[in-house]
């Protein structure tokens, strides 16, 4: 991974009387090291893959504590490597992205949720929800739910955050349970500050081991008939406990509200969701520039397990409560009902007056049941809950917000529209300008057009983008790295052989185990192709078992090439099973992949067929060259950078270039002949001079418009003499 984290790597060494400013990813990072944790891990993902990239690369600072840091092959690995929390009175923290991550390491979750720990264990989500969100929408909630585990949920603070760090692992210890931390990208990326405490060198740590395993303990092992005793201990025991950890120890937040006349009514929220709510409160001048409101507010920084006193003591007395949660189920609100009723009932038992328990709660009957809860939809929601509830309210200053923002969506879109002479294009996103992935797909496209349509099993990674136009490629996305496992049940099915399509990546994190092992016992008669980019591209281009080193990669006469070849790891993994067909093709050599992928479909060879990709992920093998580029330039050396153009006088303006290629770079201008109508092809600066481009012209034998240049700085004086020659007579011909 080229990118470096040097900076923030500094940030985690702040102490007592230092102050921290950044972003709340970071700051959670921090939080567990002031919280003395002895291990963590993960896997890469957004919005969370900052806290791993970070510790990773503060490795040596982490020695000097003494904290073992673990880049975990999936999350499965990751979520079981808790287990040193059950025995021992050790904190530990790992970090992923959810719900995808989760459902990998929900087996494990289950193992460790059901003894339970004795040191506090700490689970850091990135829950990619709602708008923007690159997963399927699922709450992480679920999890907590089902395995008794701990939920929470911090306000977007940096010092809250920093608390709810420190006291989850106490709140774990307390009540016995693993905690989930669940961590949305605007809270990751929310920037504050915090006052620092010394960092906590850990007592069970790489500089001082346990000297002896623990004894022998049946009741620590997730295995029956324990597990029934566990279970009833879930219920009788932990979820009490941790219950009155919460209420005493203040980690729900309640906020009074300013408004006496107000307090007839009040707002429970996820933490999480608390800077949504203020900025939507501000939209009915319920709440100040500051965040101050004018309602109660209960910010639940833990939303399971809820504090049914807590919930019971907020509600007495008020008309109507609106609960704010994200996302369907609507757990917490269900939850709220169930536990307020209940209340209610042991209430009356003890003659209290049921009266002041009547409190009408709302939450998704005035909100949009799915979907991320933006500041536009939950004011939509409040202006409904104060019309009913707050009626002395005014809240047409909030309406004619609303309003507002609808008709210069609407404005926008029509002028766009009337500009372009039709409706908006939607906007897919697509590979980086470059990219080692794209011209497979452009092989594949045109080996289809030999072989016929195959079915596709797309995967996770960064060519599910082939997915969009122009490529339109993929039939299914089951997971990471299962694109193979997904084709068992077709492969079989289909006359025609079916392709798999797995990166790296995927292959290392599931793809191999699940995909190629059950390929190979149960004799599949299929095709897969893995892109060797080097790296999980997609989760920020971290460093897999089948990276090139970093020993290859600081070698001078290597630094402007692909790299990924230096390292074997998956042709020799592949080798080891038993592969017997098995070809390498380098990924820019459109018309090879293309005859490759033609004869991977139609050999007689019966059995698994794997094509290897190869072909450095272009986003880091800029990251890599740009520096060495530029201490080339400083130096005055000579540096020639490729660049492509189409040829306008010579392009037909079919555009098939563009249907075969997809790169933002190579886009349309307005045909510069007045006789001829359609826009022609054109590449603009970003162009990174991939060869793609000749590539295609070459392998679909398209018009032969496109040419290959050199921007040469500091030239030779040769090159310089030559140009000397030349220039004179482009100027004669009128070439520029
Ligand atoms: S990050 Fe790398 S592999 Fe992913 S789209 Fe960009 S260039 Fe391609
Ligand atoms: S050569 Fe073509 S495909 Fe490659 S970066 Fe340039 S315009 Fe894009």
């Known amino acids: 991974m080229e990118v470096s984290f040097s900076k923030e790597v500094q940030l985690l060494r702040l102490g007592r009387g230092d102050t921290f400013h950044g972003e709340g990813i970071l700051a959670i990072t921090k939080a567990l090291l002031q919280s003395g944790v002895s291990y963590v891990g993960g896997y890469q993902g957004a919005p969370v893959s900052h806290l791993?990239?970070?510790?990773?690369?503060?490795?040596?600072?982490?020695?000097?504590?003494?904290?073992?840091?673990?880049?975990?092959?999936?999350?499965?690995?990751?979520?079981?490597?808790?287990?040193?929390?059950?025995?021992?009175?050790?904190?530990?923290?790992?970090?992923?992205?959810?719900i995808v991550g989760t459902n990998v390491a929900a087996d494990a979750l289950s193992n460790l949720a059901s003894p339970g720990v004795t040191g506090g264990v700490l689970i850091v989500v990135g829950e990619d929800y709602g708008e923007g969100a690159s997963v399927i929408q699922e709450r992480t909630h679920a999890y907590a739910l089902k395995s008794s585990m701990l939920m929470l949920d911090p306000r977007p603070e940096l010092a809250n955050m920093v608390r709810m760090v420190e006291a989850g692992f106490a709140l774990s210890e307390a009540s016995n349970m693993p905690a989930l931390m669940e961590l949305r990208i605007r809270a990751c990326h929310v920037r504050g500050s915090f006052e620092c405490a010394d960092n906590i060198a850990p007592q069970v740590s790489t500089l001082h081991p346990l000297t002896e395993p623990a004894a022998f303990d049946y009741a620590k092992l997730a295995h029956p008939p324990v597990t029934f005793a566990q279970e009833k201990r879930k219920i009788a025991e932990r979820i009490p406990a941790a219950q009155r950890y919460i209420a005493a120890h203040g980690l729900n937040e309640i906020f009074e509200g300013r408004g006496a006349a107000n307090h007839e009514v009040g707002l429970i929220v996820q933490g999480g969701l608390h800077n949504v709510l203020v900025r939507s409160l501000q939209q009915l001048g319920l709440a100040d520039a500051f965040g101050a409101a004018e309602l109660p507010v209960l910010a639940l920084n833990v939303t399971f397990p809820l504090v049914p006193e807590q919930l019971a003591a907020f509600c007495a007395g008020k008309r109507a409560v609106f609960v704010i949660e994200e996302g369907q189920p609507?757990?917490?609100?269900?939850?709220?009902?169930?536990?307020?009723?209940?209340?209610?009932?042991?209430?009356?038992?003890?003659?209290?007056d049921r009266q002041e328990m009547q409190t009408r709660i709302h939450g998704k009957d005035l909100m949009p049941a799915t979907g991320e809860v933006t500041v536009e939809g939950l004011t939509a929601g409040l202006v409904g809950f104060v019309e009913r509830h707050l009626p002395q309210h005014a809240v047409q200053g909030a309406r004619d917000w609303l309003a507002a923002n609808a008709q210069r969506r609407v404005a926008v879109a029509t002028q766009l529209s009337r500009q372009l002479g039709t409706a908006l294009p939607a906007r897919p996103p697509t590979f980086c300008v470059g990219c080692p992935e794209r011209p497979v797909f452009a092989a594949l496209k045109l080996a289809q057009q030999n072989v016929g349509p195959v079915h596709v099993a797309a995967d996770i990674g960064c060519h599910a983008f082939a997915t969009f136009e122009p490529f339109s490629s993929g039939h299914s996305i089951l997971g990471y790295g299962m694109s193979l496992a997904s084709s068992a049940g077709v492969s079989p099915l289909?006359?025609?052989?079916?392709?798999?399509?797995?990166?790296?990546?995927?292959?290392?994190?599931?793809?191999?185990?699940?995909?190629?092992?059950?390929?190979?016992?149960?004799?599949d008669d299929s095709v897969l192709l893995i892109m060797k980019n080097g790296y999980t591209s997609a989760t920020g281009t971290q460093d897999i078992i089948s990276t090139p080193d970093d020993e290859i990669k600081a070698r001078e006469p290597d630094k402007q090439q692909s790299l990924v070849d230096r390292n074997t790891t998956i042709e020799s993994t592949l080798k080891g099973l038993g592969i017997q067909w098995m070809r390498t093709v380098h990924t820019y050599h459109v018309s090879e992949m293309r005859k490759t992928l033609e004869e991977a479909f139609t050999t007689p060879f019966k059995g698994l067929k794997v094509i290897i990709a190869e072909g450095e992920c272009q986003l880091e093998r800029q990251r890599r060259i740009k520096p060495w580029l530029a201490a080339l330039l400083k130096s005055g050396k000579r540096v020639a950078r490729v660049k492509y153009g189409v040829d306008e006088d010579v392009c037909n303006g079919d555009h098939a270039c563009i249907r075969?290629?997809?790169?933002?770079?190579?886009?349309?201008?307005?045909?510069?002949?007045?006789?001829?109508?359609?826009?022609?092809?054109?590449?603009i600066d970003g162009c990174v001079g991939c060869g793609l481009c000749g590539e295609n012209a070459h392998a679909a034998a398209l018009c032969p418009s496109f040419y290959r240049g050199e921007v040469v700085t500091n030239p030779?004086?040769?090159?310089?003499?030559?140009?000397?020659?030349?220039?004179?007579?482009?100027?004669?011909?009128?070439?520029?």
């Open 494 to 523: 289909m006359q025609r052989r079916v392709l798999s399509v797995m990166g790296d990546g995927g292959f290392w994190h599931n793809g191999l185990l699940t995909g190629v092992q059950s390929a190979l016992f149960n004799g």
């Open 52 to 98: 791993l990239d970070v510790m990773v690369q503060a490795e040596p600072y982490m020695r000097e504590l003494g904290v073992h840091v673990q880049a975990c092959a999936n999350e499965a690995s990751a979520a079981a490597m808790l287990g040193a929390s059950i025995h021992y009175p050790i904190r530990g923290a790992v970090t992923w992205k959810s």
């Open 330 to 352: 609507d757990y917490i609100e269900r939850d709220i009902l169930a536990t307020l009723h209940r209340q209610v009932d042991r209430q009356v038992d003890r003659q209290v």
């Open 716 to 736: 030779t004086v040769g090159e310089r003499f030559v140009e000397a020659l030349r220039a004179p007579v482009r100027r004669w011909l009128h070439l520029v």
């Open 660 to 683: 075969l290629s997809g790169c933002p770079t190579l886009t349309l201008k307005d045909n510069p002949d007045p006789l001829k109508l359609d826009p022609v092809a054109t590449v």
